[in-house]
């Protein structure tokens, strides 16, 4: 229930989210969203995604967007190969772009 609240009482503007995007780099950031998720559903995702995505250049610089079909709120432990393949594609996304 707590999470519930909170999740509720959140809000982070379309320009707080812009500034984050600009100053960690949009090919730095991943969302990872259940398309079954009823706590944050995935109408929000999606806007998460373009809200961070607006205001780029485009091309590469994007933030990848993953929706994960038929998955809630916590994406499985059936997944983890998965998940830490994504992973591991950000963090070398990553370093290459630290040069």
Sequence with gaps: ???ALAAGWHHTTAEQLHRIADKVGRQRIVVVHGEADRMITVPHGRT?????NAGGKGGEDVVEGIIFAGQGHVIPVEKRQEIAR???EAVRRGEKLNG
Excluded: F
């Excluded at 998460?48 to 961070?52: A, G, H, S, W």
């Design 86 to 88: 994504i992973i591991e």
């Design 1 to 3: 229930m707590c999470q």
């Design 48 to 52: 998460l995604i373009e809200e961070l």
